[in-house]
Structure formats: structure tokens, C-alpha cells
């Protein structure tokens, strides 16, 4: 039985055929650096949340707020995080 695997509604031959079209545009020597570029990019996007985060937390903290709703934020964060690398995984295995 032959399963396809599907991530945000594209199937694993039109994830193929954008690594192709990505390699006719840019070249296979040029795509490790934007992998890269794009992987940095990643880390500060999530080093800058986690930032916010936790200066939400302490003013809230430090003003006597309830910060018991930041425990849903954090897990719905938690969430889209597992989702990015799932994704960034099978990126990362196709190359």
C-alpha cells in the first residue's frame, strides 16, 4: 500500500517538484546557505518569542496579574513549535 505524505495540504511529489524549481532558480551550491539563512532566521523568530514571553510573565508577575493563562499560551506555542519541526524535518530529510 502506497501512502502519501501530505504537510499543509502538499503532497510529497509537489514538495519534490518545488526542491526542483528551488534548485533550477538558485543552483544546488546556493541552497545549503538559504537553508542556513532560513534556519538562523528560525532561531531568532524563537529566541525573540521566548524573549516576549518572558518579560510578559515578570511585569505580570511584578503587577500581581494572574499569569496562569501564559501556561495555555506556552502550550499552544509548544504546538506550533512541534508542527514547524516536524515540517523543517521532512525539509530537511527530502534535501
Given at each position: 500500500m502506497i501512502?502519501?505524505?501530505k504537510f499543509l495540504f502538499?503532497?510529497?511529489a509537489e514538495i519534490v517538484f518545488i526542491l526542483?524549481?528551488?534548485i533550477m532558480v538558485f543552483?544546488?551550491?546556493k541552497l545549503p546557505e538559504i537553508a542556513r539563512g532560513l534556519g538562523k532566521g528560525m532561531r531568532t523568530l524563537k529566541d525573540a518569542t521566548n524573549d516576549i514571553k518572558?518579560?510578559?510573565t515578570k511585569t505580570a508577575e511584578?503587577?500581581?496579574l494572574d499569569t496562569s493563562i501564559t501556561k495555555d499560551v506556552k502550550q499552544e506555542l509548544d504546538k506550533?513549535?512541534?508542527d514547524?519541526?516536524?515540517f523543517t524535518g521532512s525539509v530537511k530529510r527530502k534535501l
Open positions: 501512502h502519501s505524505v502538499i503532497s510529497g526542483f524549481i528551488a543552483g544546488a551550491d518572558h518579560e510578559i511584578k503587577n500581581g506550533v513549535k512541534d514547524l519541526e516536524d
